[in-house]
T-cell receptor, first 109, second 114 residues
Framework: GQNIDQPTEMTATEGAIVQINCTYQ??????LFWYQQHAGEAPTFLSY????GLEEKGRFSSFLSRSKGYSYLLLKELQMKDSASYLC??????????FGKGTKLSVIP | TAGITQAPTSQILAAGRSMTLRCTQD?????MYWYRQDLGLGLRLIHY???????GKGEVPDGYSVSRANTDDFPLTLASAVPSQTSVYFC?????????????FGEGSRLTVL
């Protein structure tokens, strides 16, 4: 089976930096996604990593280490609108995207 | 641009009744998926279709069936609903020929089975 772990909840202050970690043990690996999901809405794509290293996209960055089965999502200059759940998802060898349970981030003033 | 349209948005259903959740995409994506999302359990794959005419079982397929008669439509049917099928259901699609296989989600269908 597939196992993807991420913290259940995190709280951070507006303007700060927060790192959301994700560890995975899957049958094979073909890429890792991060999605953002605001309460009551559909998930939306944030980032994709398939090779080791850091992918930067504006205030958001995502890092991958395949040897460690580890990824993180880094959010800089936090804004209130960043309060949402962040979903880590892995493509295993059968190519069926598998999601972690999500991390609920609360940004406080 | 519509993207993915799901219907109904929400529904209350008596246990034992049948129900079909509709999903239509206008992006001509090859692959389509149905997920359910439950508090504390995250998104779990029910069924998928890699191309029109083919379907496959995901992590939690029991009690659900799907069909893929054409590229655009991927309905999900509950033949005899049970309370444990109370959930939010998301349909998604991806262009399997794309660079990342990014999923595009519909807005969700909230189903309550009493």
């Amino acid at each position: 089976g597939q196992n993807i772990d991420q913290p259940t909840e995190m709280t951070a202050t507006e303007g700060a930096i927060v790192q959301i970690n994700c560890t995975y043990q899957t049958s094979g690996f073909n890429g890792l996604f991060w999605y953002q999901q605001h309460a009551g809405e559909a998930p939306t794509f944030l980032s994709y990593n398939v090779l080791d290293g850091l992918e930067e996209k504006g205030r958001f960055s995502s890092f991958l280490s395949r040897s460690k089965g580890y990824s993180y999502l880094l959010l800089k200059e936090l804004q209130m609108k960043d309060s949402a759940s962040y979903l880590c998802a892995v493509i295993p060898e059968d190519y069926q995207l598998t999601f972690g349970k999500g991390t609920k981030l609360s940004v406080i003033p | 641009t519509a993207g993915i349209t799901q219907a109904p948005t929400s529904q209350i259903l008596a246990a034992g009744r049948s129900m079909t959740l509709r999903c239509t995409q206008d992006m001509r994506h090859n692959a389509m998926y149905w997920y359910r999302q439950d508090l504390g359990l995250g998104l779990r794959l029910i069924h998928y279709s890699n191309t029109a005419g083919t379907t496959g079982k995901g992590e939690v397929p029991d009690g659900y069936s799907v069909s893929r008669a054409n590229t655009d439509d991927f309905p999900l049917t509950l033949a005899s609903a049970v309370p444990s099928q109370t959930s939010v259901y998301f349909c998604a699609s991806s262009d399997s020929g794309g660079t990342t296989g990014e999923l595009f989600f519909g807005e969700g269908s909230r189903l309550t089975v009493l």
